[in-house]
């Protein structure tokens, strides 16, 4: 495979040039299949079902079908191939990782579990991705760009929301284990259905490995080079009942605990054991109803809880303990209208924000504060023209209320293509433990970082194909980060990022194709440099052909090099390659080689990642 580097600054104008020279190409060969992707239906978007090619922000679904012929384990190497998404991690798996989505950190972008939002209140300030495998999730949705106008707080960057296994009413049944490098051992099985008006569904999964050093021994010679492992257990349920017809409530629930080993970051020592916990759960209370035949009523309740500990008392180097605790509790009541062609959405939301954590030096820090929204929207076409408008106002505790915007215009050339454009303010409050962890650099000063973003695109839907192609500018105000000269968190500098993005998914005789390229320049405008572990370019392209009761598949990705901190991470190009044949209409035997060319390389200075590794599995599901 030969890759093609492209320079920071490379114009708008030659990569949309590329991007429909390589649609021609798309549309000369492409054949449209059943369940075409122009028929999938999302709901992040505009926080109401609309069909995938109607969505003005631009949208990527990754249904269950596409995370089965993936044999993806967890989110982070799921996403890992879409347009615009990088991660970066400290080691792997279950060790510390980051989100980048269209150059916004982990901070920036908002991620979603069956609409219930993830935040870890302490002074890493990202969600704890690392640890969302996939035994349980149904599907995901991206919406790529600023829509904190629908969401608010956290979704400059965008949003990713994770949608697990629901009852759909017809019985089903499904199991799975897997086996492989690293002594890896994986297993999953759950079940769904209904009776009378009551439908359920239960699921449960494991995975563990012994893993590899994370430190890379070179680099950092004193650390501990023992195989640092990793286990997860994961969970969901659901039931809802049907009381009147259009009237039912429920409640929801999932969750995972991981326990990890990991390395001193370059600050530890060849004796030193280190050792981690990480628990994520949310739960939710709801209840939809159809008032008529217009009106749809929507109530929920939801916790999620984030738990982190990391215990390195066995580490003489440098002993130190830490738990800290996030709490969030939402209640949302969200009211959709249809009136002809139009949508108005409106609602309210109260979320409650805590943190509590403690360390070996008796340190804690219990704070919590409420946040206050409100919110409408008003989503419709007009013969050709489609509009979609968002306004919101966030009011947080000891802070001044933000109104947020989103504007967006489409307008459809002809049958296949279609123009987009948007315009919106986005704004991210900082976490709590960077207002007040004052043994952390805690800043009760700070002020929200606040963003305005632009965005010009072209789709082309066509017999089961969306090509898309997306030029955007992000300027953010206030960036929240830690500021080294005065040993605290500071709204230290402003950022600019433009870029360009490319995507397709469809088929292209019998092959399921998906492929992505991405071309940015996040820089910082007070020191001239661009953004720490951000790429200039990124791209993938994944295949799956069947062949008979075969099906053949391999994804590859490229990420150009990128600065960390002092440091350049070199660029890299990985190949996972995967087979599965159906033995009966219900079993498939599944094989894979992730990182087949055996690529060294690194996301984070300093940090390995996976070599080279083998899996072998079996897959039963009900039919």
Not at 270 to 293: E, P, V, Y
Not at 369 to 382: P, T
Not at 517 to 540: E, Y
């Amino acid at each position: 495979m030969v890759f093609f580097k492209m320079k920071t600054g490379i114009s708008s104008l030659r990569l949309s040039a590329l991007s429909l020279a390589l649609l021609s190409a798309f549309s000369a060969h492409a054949q449209s299949e059943s369940s075409g992707t122009l028929k999938e239906v999302v709901v992040t978007a505009n926080r109401s079902e609309q069909l995938l090619t109607d969505a003005i922000p631009n949208t990527t679904v990754i249904g269950r079908d596409v995370i089965d012929r993936s044999q993806a384990t967890d989110l982070a190497s799921l996403l890992a191939s879409e347009a615009s998404i990088q991660f970066a991690q400290n080691g792997g798996r279950g060790t510390s990782a980051s989100i980048y989505l269209r150059g916004a950190a982990s901070l920036q972008v908002l991620v979603l579990v069956d609409g219930v939002s993830l935040t870890r209140q302490d002074t890493t300030g990202s969600v704890g991705v690392e640890n969302i495998m996939l035994d349980q999730v149904d599907r995901v949705e991206i919406v790529r760009g600023n829509v904190s106008a629908i969401y608010g707080s956290g979704a400059i960057g965008g949003v990713v929301q994770i949608f697990t296994r629901a009852a759909t009413g017809k019985p089903l049944a499904f199991a799975s284990v897997e086996v492989g490098s690293l002594s890896s051992v994986r297993s999953s099985a759950g079940i769904s259905g209904s009776f009378d008006k009551t439908k359920y569904t239960l699921g449960v999964g494991q995975q563990k490995t012994d893993g590899f050093s994370t430190m890379n021994q070179k680099q950092y010679p004193l650390e501990n080079p023992d195989a640092d492992g990793f286990k997860n257990t994961n969970y969901n349920l659901g039931i809802s009942q049907e009381v009147l017809k259009g009237h039912s409530f429920g409640l929801r629930a999932q969750g995972s605990d991981a326990e990890f080993d990991f390395d001193g970051g370059g600050f530890g020592a060849s004796q030193d054991i280190h050792k981690g916990r990480s628990t994520l759960n949310t739960w939710q209370m709801f209840s939809h109803n159809q008032i008529n035949k217009a009106w749809v009523s929507k109530f929920t309740y939801s916790e999620s809880r984030d738990r982190s500990v990391a215990d390195a008392l066995k580490a003489p180097s440098n002993p130190y303990f830490s738990d800290a605790i996030t709490n969030t509790k939402t209640s949302n009541w969200t009211n959709s209208v249809v009136i002809d062609d139009w949508l108005i959405t409106a609602g309210i939301e109260n979320q409650n924000q805590s943190i509590n954590t403690f360390d070996q030096a008796s340190l804690t820090l219990n704070r919590s504060r409420d946040v206050m929204s409100i919110f409408g929207g008003l989503s419709g076409s007009l013969g050709a023209h489609s509009f979609q408008l968002n306004a919101r106002n966030d009011k947080a505790t000891s802070l001044d209320g933000n109104n947020t915007g989103y504007l967006g215009y489409g307008y459809q050339l002809n049958p296949s293509f279609k123009l987009l454009a948007s315009s919106s303010t986005a704004f991210n409050l900082p976490p709590l433990g960077y207002l007040y962890d004052t043994a952390n650099g805690g800043n009760p000063n700070l002020q929200p970082e606040t963003a305005r973003s632009s965005e010009l695109g072209l789709q082309w839907a066509n017999e089961g194909q969306v090509f898309r192609v997306t030029s955007f500018t992000t300027n953010t105000s206030n960036l929240l980060e830690y500021d080294n000269n005065a040993n605290k968190f500071s709204n230290v500098s402003n950022v600019v990022n433009k870029g360009v993005e490319v995507s397709y998914a469809g088929t292209l005789n019998t092959a399921k194709v998906r492929a992505s390229l991405t071309s940015q320049d996040p820089i910082n405008q007070t020191t001239g440099k661009r953004l720490d572990r951000r790429p200039a370019t990124m791209a993938s392209v994944g295949f799956s052909v069947p062949v008979s009761e075969w099906n053949f598949g391999a994804d590859i990705r490229y990420t150009g090099s990128r600065p960390d901190t002092t440091n350049t991470l070199p660029a890299y190009s990985v190949l996972d390659l995967k087979v599965r044949y159906s033995v009966t209409k219900e079993i498939d035997l599944t094989a894979r080689i992730d990182n087949a060319l055996d690529e060294d390389y690194q996301t984070a200075y300093g940090y390995n990642q996976p070599r080279r590794a083998g899996y072998v599995g079996l897959v039963w599901k009900q039919k």
